[in-house]
Structure formats: structure tokens, C-alpha cells
DNA sequence: AAAAAGATAGTAATCGATTACTATCTTTTG
DNA sequence: CAAAAGATAGTAATCGATTACTATCTTTTT
């Protein structure tokens, strides 16, 4: 069989997305480098030219991930005027990532808990670290504004957005689709805002300059029934 | 070496022990027979005289975890009038539940992001299901009492009560000690308890009954920085 | 003595990694 | 420009280590 010879480079980020393919329907801890190359119509041994160890892989790996997701929420979070809106926007840019990437979800879970400080691991600790510096800053930033209440602890209001995302996530696997995330992530969202926001306006009370752009089709009932 | 002859039940529930035990060390991932039969003085092959396969042995210790956590979960509710108490109780309670046993939250997330369908998934699966259920069914009393806001979305909200579990374990265990866990518990359980509750009474913004019970040392004016 | 529990010593399969070798592309040279 | 020379990419086979699991023998319990 004729193979088509790639650059090292390019060899390298065909074998990223192979393991971001292939961590969508597989237990990251189960990909074995057989799997990787067979994926990519490559023998097994052919991986370890650009690649020292499987370690290096998953290290590639996840700043592949980190890089993206950081993009990705870093954009939706610009086009928005609010803090409080820039954190939706963070919300659904991230669900829209692990929508598109099914995988991602699997290999932070899978890596984070790995005892060992593996590359790969301090590569997805500080993606959750720099996260969780992002959120709190909006958030800190929407208290300044009075778009927050003034009684809000930020840094656990921030735990609360990470780990919200981290259940709808999780949960949304278990149900089989990973597209249910995109279905619940309205409700979710509108109580962990409700639970921030500066209470008393109507507009804080119904979502903040959101609901002001979103809700024509909604009435001042704000009735929502599964 | 002798060795003690224990009932095959007994050895079992030992075998279980040993893999809670070393779950909170090690990736589950990562157990093997070897390290099981090793933590209990027992030889590798031994276990397979009380275990079919290492499935079974999975699924009994999920077992075991679905049992203990409802059961711990379901006496911390019984101990607390109101419903959002009782919430709170169960959230604690949880908490706890995870400090004593480390390897929990691991396991958890280990068998739940596994592709096929082991017996140990199935079970996993199952006590999420019934734990969201409890949730939602006491969202829903807290309702009817008006305790917590008529707009509330229940499932929504007990996936969000779920996901801020799941996020505080996850991110104390990356910071490297999980029982800052319970430091940080409080002022997580405070945002999501707003997100629910009526507005309006300085009990429901100060957080109900246990504001009278646990504050005595914060002043009105609640302020708090990490 | 019978039955159960554990020890000992294996098996077959699979893993990541390495090796010697071949194919292809790129650069240099006449 | 074309052929030689060198560098890079990939193959096929194999290595040692580790895995879950098993067959056989010994010890303890009842």
C-alpha cells in the first residue's frame, strides 16, 4: 500500500487529532499507540519517530486542548459588553467545544485524576487554573459594576461555573448524547446567575441585558416547564 | 508467613475495602489484581475464589458506594426540618463522605466516562440517577413551601446541585489535599442556595435557619475574601 | 474426612518501546 | 538540469514487562 510521507510536523498534529478523535467514543486510558497509528493508516512504531514516549503524545495532547478551549472562550467572551453576559458567553462557548470535541471531557476527567504528575496532567492543572482565574476575574469585575451582589464570593462562585459545567457535562455522557449539554445549558446557567446577580431589577431578575436581546418569545411570566 | 483464613464473605468485603483503599492513591485504572491481593496479604490468584472476574469485583465496590452514599445522604436529610436544610445536610454530608473515602470521587469518575457497558458503569449510573431524583424531589418540596422560587427549574438546578460536587472534589483534589473540600463548601453551597431561593426575607439572603445556627461570628455585614 | 481457603506456578494476550531495514523527499554536486 | 548523497519518514518484527486469569497442590476449618 502506497502511504503518503507527511512532515514531522504534520505527522504530529494528524496524531493529536487522532487521540481527540478517538478519546470521543473510547476510555482514554484505553488508547493504546496500536490504536493511535491504526487510526492514523500508520504502523505502531512509526509514532515513536515523532514522538519520544506515549506520555509526550498526551502532553501534545492536552495543550492542543487548552490552547483551543482558552481560544474559544476568550473569543465568545469578547464579543459580549457585560461581564456577567461575557460569562455566558464562556458557558455556551465551552459546551459548544465539548460538543464538538466529545472527547476533551473524557481525557480531562481521565487525566486530572491520575496520580502520578504526569506532563499531560500539569498541562490540563493549569488550564484549570488559568479557568478558574478568568471566571473569577469577570466576576470580580461584574461585582464592580453592581452587576454582581456585592456579597458574592467570587473565587467559589467561580468553582460553582467550572464545576456546573463539569456536571452538565458529565451528565449529558451518561444520557447517551452529548447534545442533551446544549439543551440544559440555559436552565443551568439561569440559576447559578440568579445565584451571583444583583437581585431587585427586573433585569437582573430575568438575565441581565440577555434577556433584553433573547426573549422576545418569552413573556414576563418567564414560565419554563421541561 | 501464616496467613489468616477468613469466611469467603468476609474476604469480600475485604477485597472492597483494599480497592477503596488504594483508590485513593492510585488511578483506579490502575489497580490490578496484583496490587488488590497485595494490600490485603493475600496472593493474586486467591481473589479469583471469591470473584468470578475483576468486573465483579468492580461492581461489588460500586456497590458498596452507591449504598454508603445514599445511606449517608438520606440520614443527613432526615435530620433537617426544612428542605433546603435538609439540601444543605446532604451536600455536607457528601462532602464528608468523600473526605473519609478518597477513592470515591476517583472511581466515580473513572467508571462513569467508560465506553462499554460494564456492571460497574450500570451500577455508577444508577446511583446518579437515584441521587439527582432525591435532589429534585426535595427542589420541588422546598417549592411547594415556598422556600425556593416558583421560577426554579428543578432539574435543572439539581444538575447544577450535582456538577458543584463534582467540581469541588475535583478541584481540591488538584490542589492536592481534599479536605479543602469542606473549606470551600460553605461559600459554594451559599451561591447555589441563592440561585434557588426566595428572594426578598434576610432569611433566605442569609441563608435560612442555619444562618441563625452558624453565624454567630460573621457580622450583617458578610464580608469575606480568600 | 470433606470442604473451603490460600499458595504456587504457570498461561495467553497485550502493552509501550526498540531495532534493522526500506521508501521517499531534499540538498548538493558535476 | 540530472544524478549522486544525505536526511527524513515509515515498515515489519520483536523485545521485556505486565496483565487478567487458571490449573494444581497445600493448609486450615468444620
Known amino acids: 500500500m502506497q502511504t503518503q510521507y507527511l512532515s514531522a510536523g504534520e505527522r504530529r498534529q494528524r496524531t493529536v ?5 478517538l478519546a470521543g467514543t473510547q476510555n482514554p486510558s484505553e488508547i493504546t499507540t496500536a490504536a493511535i497509528a491504526k487510526h492514523m493508516s500508520v504502523t505502531q512504531g512509526a509514532l515513536f519517530r515523532h514522538f519520544p514516549s506515549k506520555d509526550a503524545i498526551w502532553e501534545m495532547v492536552m495543550e492542543w486542548v487548552a490552547e483551543g478551549l482558552l481560544n474559544r472562550i476568550d473569543r465568545a467572551a469578547a464579543s459580549e459588553a457585560s461581564p456577567l453576559e461575557a460569562l455566558r458567553a464562556v458557558f455556551e462557548g465551552h459546551v459548544s467545544f465539548v460538543i464538538e470535541h466529545p472527547g476533551v471531557p473524557r481525557m480531562m476527567f481521565g487525566e486530572l485524576q491520575r496520580a502520578e504528575a504526569t506532563p499531560a496532567k500539569k498541562v490540563a492543572h493549569g488550564l484549570m487554573r488559568r479557568y478558574a482565574e478568568r471566571v473569577t476575574r469577570r466576576l470580580e469585575e461584574a461585582k464592580k459594576i453592581g452587576e454582581v451582589a456585592a456579597e458574592t464570593d467570587c473565587r467559589a462562585a467561580a468553582i460553582l461555573f467550572i464545576g456546573m459545567i463539569q456536571g452538565l457535562v458529565m451528565q449529558s455522557m451518561l444520557s447517551g448524547h452529548i447534545e442533551a ?8 446557567f439561569k440559576v447559578f446567575r440568579r445565584g451571583v446577580a ?22 414576563a411570566k418567564g414560565s419554563e416547564k421541561g
Chains 1, 2 share one sequence.
Open 17 to 21: 487529532e487522532a487521540v481527540v478523535t
Open 181 to 188: 449539554a446544549r439543551t440544559n445549558a440555559a436552565g443551568v
Open 198 to 219: 444583583t437581585h431587585g431589577g427586573v433585569l437582573a431578575a430575568e438575565g441581565g441585558r440577555s434577556a433584553v436581546r433573547r426573549t422576545t418569545r418569552r413573556t
